[in-house]
């Protein structure tokens, strides 16, 4: 199943339209250049994945930084943001950002708005599925970049069902990609 | 009241002659003894209330996340959704989400009813149509929904029945909604989801009534006899009988022949699923093993020598499953027969002969009467000789299997909650269970991950070896089903909640789909009532909750009182015991604010949504019902939270807390239109985590009409919530300060700030309300 653009759930088959597999960085580029209103997603199962020396949180930071890019939390994920003193992060319920995404005005928490792209991450997968859902069918004005580890068919792009090495890998080329880096 | 009446008589002399097999029905009579006037809307048509509908939905608009992006069912499709393409039968994307929900509520509904309608039947044969429907001490208003949907008073089983009538007509109505070339828009389908949602709320505590009424159970108790609950409780030194369902009837005649053969020594009767709680609220000898997703982990230990299925909830597989320990099934009710041959009509011995030989799997009784004797004779002589065989692995087998694991993931992937099942196995390869058991805990016991084995390996039977020990240490006391709650009960609570001072009235029902776990439930319910909230519950929820001691070997029900009152613990009963916690809020209008309730379905939940702070938590909701449940809520305006799986019922609904139009209510007073602050922002929600469950439970609780002194308990509450789970002071507490009474005195210095930051200007507390015609003069 590694690197097979299906869903990760085998029961979470989708409609006619579906994401395209995300093997390497360099594919995002011109949404990158496109998109410059990005917004980054990060649910509570972020807390918990490693990534590096840290973890997912601190690869959020990073990602934020290099690109950009708000971060709303999930599920109680802004708790690691704020222990770690990261003021570019605010908190919604992800059916809040399933529903807010959908509008083309709407400026967000950080009243910086409309955002023209996510990059997403971290939520229990099936609940990212129905949220990407909402943004696939009725916020078609956004770009949504899944870039956890598992395939999301709603997205635009999404990692096709990575193994854990290669999927870090290609976290930092993104991270390279959008002016961070080691 | 409108009732019709019949009657029948072998003989009759009356005054204009003679008759013989004399038969008279009356049209309708009219309750002229009860001096409430009647509301505007007696049993409401699917479009009666669609204006009241119209005022929710416009305030929470759904928010749809299509599970599937076609439409298939018509020979017209697969029609392609996607965009702004229609079907080939007209409909868009957002009517067709809306008409799955509408689907989905009417299934759940029709499950609910199906069941109310063959109790009422049964018992109106057992006892006659005249049996007085009592509710218990102290509740003089007794079946406030029926009175506020249909505007008549029940009595009387017939009563029941006729009640039942109209619901029936009712989902028929929406039912054929959902056909292809019927309703077309996407707010009427949702106003016809709140339509069935109130009938199937009006099912169920007819059900509920019609049990509580006739079958020994506690009438509005709040001492309503602890019992014993947990896998560990069962006494294999006895014939086990499993219940698995919701109907009480069958099980009922089990426990009725064993105590009536004074077999109680030798025969042990537990049940899972709804049934639990209602044998125990029948006899309290009877045990609560656990929640509907326990039914694999039981089943496959073996310890069941019978198990006897009604409805509602039953593993589909079950005498598949049931085969493999060698126990008989009995299937007992016309709506999941199980492919098991009708015994019926046949001799009880021999139906005990062919069972006990395993010459058949199981049977199909429809005969009630006799389930009782045939399971109980199964049972007990079944148990010598299947307590001698083993139908579990060893733990040595189950580290040779693993060896020849093709480390396919394809148990991960099937498993809804992503457990790494494939590395326990690993793991096991070694002989560590260790990671396996905790899998066990996890584990909702769908067994899809035995499903996609391509070993075809009994996975969740090498988990509930894992977890052995576990196993053997659920024993748990849980309070039964008390039933409704007594009018003095509200009396006492009423003006307190209303004001705000006790914080708010949360109810955890519904199914067992948790996504870590059943003692989430437990904790979020434990957050709240050592905070003074009142904890009200039922269902399988109601079993997890109590499946959590303390250091002193306790559970929530052995700490706390079962009374509806702050930090109390009140467990209604099973499903159909929904209705009472709907009750209490809709008598909670009638008895501190004096309203009508009779076929006043609007002002009454208009009242609710505006000053009662209740919410709905149904932190494992997977079912249909559980999805026609929360929809009996949402029309009263009660906001309902489910767990993250809950993100599947493809919509929420969901306000907008900067949109004052959406928070703008007339001031009843004055008639004058008032900004409130955004409470219940939400109206149906799925949450990620406990954590963001809890901080939005206590958010949710704020109402237009809480005083000064309520709206800053519960923002204190509030604030130490969030800063427990989120880490930091909530930047929203300024928008809920209507005047400087509303702020927590201890946070004062700090919500002034931020008050001044946002340049907060007083608002007016007004007499809230979205109906013209509550003000005073009717609006004009």
Redesign the interface.
């Known amino acids: 199943m590694v690197m097979k653009p299906v869903p990760w759930q085998t029961g979470e088959i989708c409609g006619p339209n579906a994401a395209k597999a995300m093997k390497s960085a360099d594919v995002l580029k011109r949404d990158l250049k496109n998109c410059k209103k990005r917004l980054l997603i990060v649910g509570s199962d972020a807390l918990t994945e490693k990534h590096g020396k840290g973890d997912m949180i601190d690869y959020a930071i990073a990602l934020s930084k290099a690109g950009n890019m708000d971060i709303i939390a999930t599920g109680g994920a802004i708790k690691a943001f704020v222990e770690r003193s990261y003021e570019r992060a605010k908190t919604m319920g992800a059916m809040e950002l399933a529903y807010r995404l959908q509008h083309e005005d709407w400026v967000g928490p950080f009243g910086k708005g409309p955002y023209d792209m996510i990059m997403i991450y971290g939520i229990p997968y099936y609940m990212q599925w129905t949220l990407l859902s909402a943004v696939m069918n009725f916020g078609t004005h956004i770009t949504a970049i899944a870039i956890g580890r598992y395939f999301q068919p709603h997205a635009k792009w999404s990692f096709p069902n990575m193994k854990e090495k290669q999927y870090h890998t290609i976290l930092d080329e993104i991270l390279e990609l959008v002016g961070g880096g080691k | 009241m409108k009732k019709k009446a019949y009657f029948k008589a072998d003989e009759a002399v009356t005054g204009l002659g003679r008759f013989k097999g004399l038969e008279v029905r009356i049209g309708t009579i009219v309750d002229d003894e009860w001096d409430e006037p009647m509301g505007p809307t007696p049993l409401p048509s699917p479009t009666d209330l669609r204006s009241w509908d119209h005022k929710l939905l416009t305030k929470y608009q759904p928010?749809?996340?299509?599970?599937?992006?076609?439409c298939c069912l018509c020979t017209m499709g697969k029609c392609?959704?996607?965009?702004t393409k229609r079907g080939a039968c007209g409909l868009d994307?957002k009517g067709q989400q809306a008409r799955i929900v509408l689907a989905a509520a009417n299934i759940g509904c029709a499950a609910h009813l199906a069941h109310s309608r063959h109790l009422v039947d049964h018992l109106i044969e057992k006892y006659g149509p005249r049996t007085p429907l009592i509710q218990g001490p102290g509740t003089e208003i007794h079946a406030p929904v029926s009175r506020l949907v249909t505007g008549m008073r029940p009595r009387t089983l017939e009563d029941a029945s006729i009640i039942i009538d109209y619901c029936e007509t009712q989902l028929n109505h929406t039912l054929s909604a959902v056909a292809t070339g019927q309703e077309g828009s996407w707010l009427d389908f949702e106003s016809k989801v709140f339509h069935v949602g109130m009938v199937d709320q009006l099912g169920m505590e007819i059900a509920d009534l019609a049990q509580v009424s006739t079958l020994g159970m506690p009438q509005a108790d709040p001492d309503a006899p602890l019992v014993e609950s947990g896998i560990g409780m069962m006494d294999k030194e006895k014939a086990i009988i499993l219940t698995i369902g919701h109907n009480i009837v069958p099980a009922a005649s089990i426990t009725d022949y064993i105590t009536e053969k004074r077999l109680w020594d030798q025969a042990e009767v537990g049940g899972m699923c709804c049934t639990a709680w209602d044998i125990t609220r029948r006899d309290p000898k009877a045990k609560v093993i656990g929640p509907i997703s326990w039914q694999l982990r039981f089943i496959r230990r073996g310890l069941a020598d019978v198990v006897v299925v009604d409805e509602q909830c039953v593993r589909t597989d079950i005498v598949t499953e049931a085969r493999k320990v060698k126990s008989p099934v009995i299937s007992t009710s016309d709506k999941a027969v199980m492919g098991l041959p009708d015994r019926t009509d046949d001799p009880i011995d021999s139906i005990v002969k062919e069972l006990v030989s395993g010459k058949i799997d199981g049977c199909y009784i429809s005969d009630h009467s006799i389930v009782g004797e045939v399971a109980t004779k199964v049972a007990i002589a079944l148990k010598p000789s299947r307590r001698k065989m083993k139908f579990l692995p060893t733990k040595k087998q189950i580290q040779k299997m693993a060896a020849d694991c093709k480390k396919?993931?394809?148990c991960i992937?099937?498993c809804?909650n992503?457990q790494n099942v494939m590395e326990a196995v690993l793991a096991a390869e070694t002989g560590n269970l260790e990671p396996l058991r905790e899998v066990y805990k996890n584990c909702i016991g769908c067994a899809r991950c035995e499903s996609?084995c391509p070993n075809d390996y009994d996975l969740h039977s090498w988990m509930v070896v894992a977890g052995e020990a576990d196993c053997k240490d659920e024993k748990y006391m849980v309070r039964t089903g008390r039933g409704a709650i007594q009018d003095t009960e509200i009396r006492h609570v009423g003006q307190p909640i209303v004001f705000g001072e006790i914080p708010g009235i949360i109810a955890h029902v519904g199914c067992a789909n948790y996504?870590g776990g059943g003692d989430d439930v437990h904790h979020m319910a434990e957050e709240f009532a050592k905070r003074r909230y009142i904890i009200v519950t039922s269902g399988c929820a109601a079993i997890s909750m109590g499946h959590v001691r303390d250091e002193n070997g306790q559970s929530i029900y052995e700490r706390r009182s079962g009374e509806f009152d702050a930090g109390c613990v009140v467990n209604v009963g099973s499903c159909v015991a929904n209705s009472h916690i709907a009750g209490a809020a809709i008598k909670i209008a009638a008895i501190f604010a004096k309203r009508n309730l009779r076929g006043n379905y609007a002002e009454i939940a208009d009242y609710i949504h505006h000053r009662v702070g209740a919410v709905g938590i149904s932190w494992g909701a997977m079912s249909q019902k559980a999805a026609s449940i929360a929809a009996g809520f949402w029309r009263l305006g009660v906001p309902v939270i489910v767990g993250?799986?809950g993100?599947?019922y493809?919509r929420?609904l969901?306000g907008k807390a900067e949109e004052e139009r959406d928070w703008t209510v007339y001031d009843a007073r004055t008639g004058d239109r008032v900004v409130t602050a955004p409470g219940p922002e939400?109206l149906f929600?799925?949450?990620?985590?406990v954590?963001?469950a809890n901080?939005?439970t206590a958010k949710l609780v704020i109402r237009p009409n809480d005083t000064g002194k309520g709206r800053s308990i519960k923002l204190s509450h509030y604030i130490d919530i969030h800063e427990t789970?989120?880490?930091?002071f909530p930047d929203d507490i300024w928008k809920y300060i209507r005047r400087e009474t509303d702020i927590p005195i201890t946070l004062k210095n700090k919500i002034l700030a931020q008050m001044k930051e946002n340049k907060w200007k007083e608002k007016k507390i007004p007499d809230p309300t979205l109906l013209k015609e509550q003000v005073i003069g009717g609006g004009t």
Request: charged share 15%; glycine share 4%; proline share 9%.
């Open positions: 928010s749809y996340m299509p599970y599937c992006q076609v392609d959704l996607t965009g994307m396919c993931s394809e992937r099937a809804p992503n996609a996504p993250p799986h993100s599947k493809r929420m969901l939400h929600y799925a949450a990620e985590t954590a963001e901080v939005l789970y989120y880490g930091f």
